[in-house]
C-alpha cells in the first residue's frame, strides 16, 4: 500500500485556507508531497467537481458520497478509457481530498474498487538503438540525454542537478530530492567528464551574468533562502543545465525545463521555454 493509499489520517493542524482547492494545495505542502503529485491530486479534485457538475448544478464535496466517487471512476473507465495506473491515481487524489482534507474517513471509502495491477514486459532499446538516438542528439540536450541513460537518472533528476552535486575526483554524482524524496549517488561516466565540464563553463557565464545584473538568485529548496539568504547567488548551487531565459516561479522553472526537452527533440508546441536558474521574486 503506497503513502497516498494509506488508511491512517496524519495528524496534521488545522487548515487555514477557505476554497476547497487551496485547502488541497495547502495540505499537500505540509505533508511535503512533490509538486508533481500536487499537481495530479488539484487536476483530479477540480475534474471530480466539474464533472459532477456538467449539469449546471455545482456540489461540494462533503455533500457527495460513495456513489458520486464510483461513478466519476467508472466513467475515467468506461468513456475515457483511462489506463490502471490513471485510474489509481485519481481514486488515490479523491481518497486524499476525503481523508486529509476534508476530514472524512467514511468506511465506504475502504469499500470503493481498486483497478488491479498488471504485469507488462517494458519496452527496451537495444544497445545499437539507444546509439543511433543518441547520435541524432547534439549539444546541451544531447549531453543531458547521455547522462540520463549513463548514469540512470529521471528526466527531472537531471535537470535539477546543482553544481556542488557534481563531484569529479570521486566521479559520482549526487541526485537530491528523487523519486519518494530521497537522496542517492550515482556514477559519473568518465565520457561525460569532459563535455560535462564544458556544460559547467556555459553555466558559469549565465551565472556570471547574473550576478552582474543583480538578479536575485537561483531557487532553494525548504526555505533555505531564509535560512541563508545569498546562498541561491553562489555558483555551488548553480544549475549545470539552466536555460537561457528567466523563470519566476518554481512551477515554471519545472514545467518549462521540460518544455525545454521537448523543443529539442522537434516539439514546439507550448511555446517558448523559460529558464529555471534565476528568479526574479
Request: hydrophobic share 40%.
Amino acid at each position: 500500500m503506497n503513502r497516498y493509499n494509506n488508511p491512517a489520517k496524519v495528524a496534521a493542524p488545522a487548515l487555514q485556507s477557505t476554497r476547497l482547492l487551496d485547502q488541497v494545495r495547502e495540505r499537500i505542502r505540509y505533508l511535503h508531497y512533490s509538486l508533481q503529485t500536487e499537481k495530479a491530486y488539484l487536476h483530479w479534485a477540480r475534474f471530480f467537481i466539474r464533472w459532477h457538475g456538467r449539469d449546471g448544478k455545482m456540489r461540494h464535496p462533503r455533500d457527495m458520497g460513495k456513489a458520486d466517487v464510483e461513478a466519476f471512476l467508472t466513467m475515467l473507465a468506461d468513456e475515457r478509457q483511462v489506463s490502471p495506473a490513471t485510474h489509481r491515481q485519481a481514486l488515490n487524489a479523491l481518497l486524499f481530498l476525503y481523508r486529509q482534507v476534508l476530514d472524512q474517513d467514511l468506511p465506504w471509502l475502504q469499500s470503493i474498487g481498486r483497478p488491479p495491477e498488471r504485469k507488462r514486459i517494458p519496452v527496451v532499446l537495444t544497445t545499437g538503438e539507444v546509439q543511433s538516438v543518441l547520435a541524432l542528439m547534439d549539444g546541451v540536450e544531447g549531453l543531458l540525454a547521455r547522462m540520463l541513460y549513463g548514469t540512470g537518472m529521471r528526466l527531472a533528476e537531471g535537470l535539477s542537478l546543482r553544481v556542488k552535486d557534481v563531484d569529479f575526483d570521486r566521479q559520482v554524482m549526487i541526485v537530491r530530492s528523487g523519486k519518494g524524496d530521497k537522496d542517492r549517488v550515482v556514477m559519473l561516466p568518465r565520457a561525460l567528464v569532459v563535455p560535462l565540464r564544458d556544460q559547467l563553463m556555459r553555466s558559469r557565464a549565465l551565472w556570471a551574468a547574473d550576478r552582474a545584473a543583480g538578479r536575485s538568485g537561483v531557487y532553494m529548496p525548504h526555505a533555505l533562502d531564509a535560512k541563508y539568504p545569498r546562498a541561491g547567488q553562489t555558483w555551488a548551487w548553480q544549475w549545470v543545465y539552466p536555460a537561457p531565459h528567466l523563470s519566476v516561479t518554481r512551477a515554471l522553472a519545472w514545467s518549462d525545463a521540460i518544455i525545454c526537452l521537448k523543443n529539442a527533440w522537434g516539439d514546439s508546441s507550448n511555446g517558448p521555454y523559460h529558464r529555471p536558474e534565476s528568479q526574479n521574486m
